[in-house]
């Protein structure tokens, strides 16, 4: 039998470390990233603002426990990242709100941009999978 492969921790100051640094800068500017685009969202309708703060939240897991924290005990989004967490529900209103969105969303592009059939059908069909996907999660 093969001895196991040892273990190596990098102390501070070590190449290992500083790679571990900038990873962690870079999950943490991720995390930033998403959260803005989340409040953006709150002022836009065809910008989700839940997808963002969770995408937020897997960021801030592996950079900022303190800012995880924070979004997690937000009263108004908190319980949406928890239950999606948990068991990946999303709240039924949540759920008929994306599909509004979304149908919105669909009539400004035929609206504003009288685009070709392939187009109609490309968008139609990924904006349909996405609301799929969507329903298909169990209720929070």
Known sequence: ???EPERSVTPQGTPGHSRSAVVRAIWLA????????????????????????????????????RLEARLLSHPVYGPMLRDWRARGA???RAKWLSLAGTSFGFVLFLWGSHPG??????????MLFG??????????
Do not use: E, K, N, Q
């Open 30 to 65: 991720l995390g930033l990233l998403f959260v803005s685009l989340g409040f953006v969202g709150v002022f836009l309708p065809v910008l989700p603002t839940a997808p963002f703060l969770i995408l937020a939240a897997a960021c801030f897991a592996r950079s900022s426990t």
């Open 1 to 3: 039998m093969p001895p």
């Open 117 to 126: 059939w392939p187009l109609i059908v490309a968008v139609g069909g990924l």
């Open 131 to 140: 609301v799929g996907y969507v329903f298909s999660r169990p209720d929070a």
């Open 90 to 92: 999303i709240p039924r």
